[in-house]
């Protein structure tokens, strides 16, 4: 074959996969912790370097219980790796021209790094690198964070020369992702008889975000309801649906309505049959198998809603790794360097960070 004997001595084209990470052991937890609460990006704290690891130390037993309670860690890198291998074996079929396609992992908060991703495409001789972030949806405390990051790295590093990048930065409404998302609530909803399936709503949930993000522009609530719509669309609106925000803490407003008083009032007013959907991340995490599962469920239960279920999550379902190939394609047939949204900053953005790295991930035209 040719096109195979052409590229064996290719360097790879990278598929470079961002997301936070989650803690793999109990042991890990504490650090997490504390590079979450030390990440600028997502907040700013008076003294942060002092503040971030007393938070972290204060909230670390409660966090290790929940992680203990879902079996002792995230399995977030278990799925990541099996997405990753999936969209790749994927890619070199649908993307012969690119081939071999391999998958790097950048982890904002835990292990693999980004800077332990950049090493290794290092190593491999990277000339090509789609940054591809695992959230949908973008958000500046999410996407807008880990390519903050990827710049610095990268700067740092000297990769900024003699690799070609462009990401992509969001994928909201990819027809794959909806039609991954739309089988697994249909699934779901297959497990209850044809009168339950009658009164069943759907109830979408996704992380919550504090209002002064939201009032800074940030365009995540839109495109997660993008997401929604498009999901209700595929499934002929056969089912009523609310979107809920999920997971916020401290004493700050955040936006609203919470996913746990949504299932207070809808509980109250009889609603039997609810399905739950986490809607922002793509495999399973803390805040679905604890806070929906055990906590929310158990509450929803008792408060009578006999028919709680929680739609599974993504992971390696193969509608969803195909749609992630799928996805990396049509960026490189494009030959896009980011989307029409990237370098627009949100309207009360002033970081100098997101500045520069909305500069560096335009200008470098491939
Ligand atoms: C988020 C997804 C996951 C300070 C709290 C003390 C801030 C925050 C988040 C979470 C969005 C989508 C997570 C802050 C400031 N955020 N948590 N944002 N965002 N805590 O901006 Cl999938």
Known sequence: MSTANQNVNRPPTAVLLTNMGGPATLDD?????????????????????????????????????????????????????????????????????????????AFRYVEPYT??????????????????????????????????????????????????WSIIDRWPTHPGFIEATAKKIEAKMAEYTPEERETALIMFSAHSLPMSVV???DPYPAEVAA???????RLDNKYPHRLCWQSQVGPMPWLGPQTVDAIRGLAAKGQKNVVVVPIAFTS??????????????????ELGISGWKRVD??????????????????????NEVTSNQ??????????????????FFTDNKS
């Open 29 to 105: 937890v504490h650090n997490f912790l504390h590079n979450l609460f030390s990440d600028r990006d997502l907040m700013q704290l008076p003294f942060q370097n002092y503040l971030s690891k007393f938070i972290a130390y204060r909230r670390t037993p409660k966090i290790k219980e929940q992680y203990a309670a879902i079996g002792g860690g995230s399995p977030i890198l278990h799925w990541t790796r099996k997405q990753g291998q999936a969209m790749e074996k994927i890619l070199d079929k649908i993307r012969p021209e690119t081939a071999p396609h391999k998958h790097y992992i």
């Open 115 to 164: 800077s332990t991703a950049l090493e290794q495409m290092k190593a491999d001789g990277v000339e090509r690198a789609v940054v591809f972030t695992q959230y949908p949806q973008y958000s500046c405390s999410t996407t807008g964070s880990s390519l903050n990051e990827l710049y610095r790295g990268v700067s740092e590093m000297g990769m900024d020369k003699n690799v070609r």
């Open 215 to 217: 009032n800074r522009g």
């Open 227 to 233: 997401t929604v719509d498009h999901v209700m669309k």
């Open 284 to 301: 399973d995490h803390i805040e679905t198998l604890f806070e929906l599962d055990h906590e929310y469920g158990k509450e929803a239960k």
């Open 313 to 334: 999550a993504l992971n390696d379902d193969e509608t969803f790794t195909q749609a992630m190939a799928d996805i990396v394609k049509e960026h490189l047939d494009k």
């Open 342 to 359: 990237w370098p627009l900053r949100c309207p009360d953005c002033e970081s100098d960070v997101c500045e520069e790295t909305r500069e």
